[in-house]
């Protein structure tokens, strides 16, 4: 069974400061990655969704890279604002079409 | 831009009520999902859809049904509601296998059963 893990859970940093968001999922036999964004008590916005045979994907301060073979994701966001607080998502979509999720990161950023 | 609305945003039902969730997408997309988010548990899949009149059992139906008679309506039904399915629900849809598989969700219906 597929299980996606994001540490840490929450994460509080200085505006101006790059960061780095990580996704790690124990089988590589996925069809593709996204990432999410959450606001509070709201819906997901999808931001980034990546192939399986991609391994990056860019949208302006945001880049996101896929190791299948590791597992691994990281979300990188530069410059990081106030705006960009949330909680983050990261889901794999396995062949059946279904999205496993992570529990996400909450990232508070400090003025 | 692809739109998936849910008919209500907060919704306030007593126990055994029969409550229905609806979710609508104008991009004609195949797939429709329904999950649940809970604080420490994520968010879970109940059910979903890849066509009219087709659907599967997710992670955690038990409670839930769901219907789909026209492509762009996804409902789901809670038989008779009760209080640990108070919850944040989500509705999802995307394209089929061979496209892109991106989910675009919904803004999410906020149960609360009393």
């Known amino acids: 069974k597929q299980e996606v893990t994001q540490i840490p859970a929450a994460l509080s940093v200085p505006e101006g400061e790059n960061l780095v968001l990580n996704c790690s999922f124990t089988?590589?036999?996925?069809?593709?990655l996204q990432w999410f964004r959450q606001d509070p008590g709201k819906g997901l916005t999808s931001l980034l969704l990546?192939?399986?045979?991609?391994r990056e994907q860019t949208s302006g301060r945001l880049n996101a890279s896929l190791d299948k073979s590791s597992g691994r994701s990281t979300l990188y966001i530069a410059a990081s604002q106030p705006g960009d607080s949330a909680t983050y998502l990261c889901?794999?979509?396995?062949?059946?079409?279904?999205?496993?999720f992570g529990k996400g990161i909450t990232l508070s950023v400090r003025p | 831009d692809v739109k998936v609305t849910q008919s209500s945003r907060y919704l306030v039902k007593r126990t055994g009520e029969k409550v229905f969730l609806e979710c609508v997408q104008d991009?004609?997309?195949?797939?429709m999902f329904w999950y649940r988010q809970d604080p420490g548990l994520g968010l879970r899949l109940i059910y979903f859809?890849?066509?009219?009149?087709?659907?599967e059992k997710g992670d955690i139906p038990e409670g839930y049904s769901v219907s789909r008679e026209k492509k762009e309506r996804f409902s789901l039904i809670l038989e008779s509601a009760s209080t640990n399915q108070t919850s944040m629900y989500l509705c999802?849809?995307?394209?089929?296998?061979?496209?892109?598989?991106?989910?675009?969700f919904g803004p999410g219906t906020r149960l609360t059963v009393t």
């Open positions: 991009m004609d997309h195949e797939n």
């Open positions: 089988d590589s036999a996925i069809y593709n």
């Open positions: 990546i192939q399986s045979s991609q």
């Open positions: 889901a794999v979509t396995g062949a059946n079409s279904k999205l496993t």
């Open positions: 999802a849809s995307s394209l089929p296998r061979g496209f892109s598989y991106e989910q675009y």
């Open positions: 859809s890849y066509d009219v009149k087709m659907k």
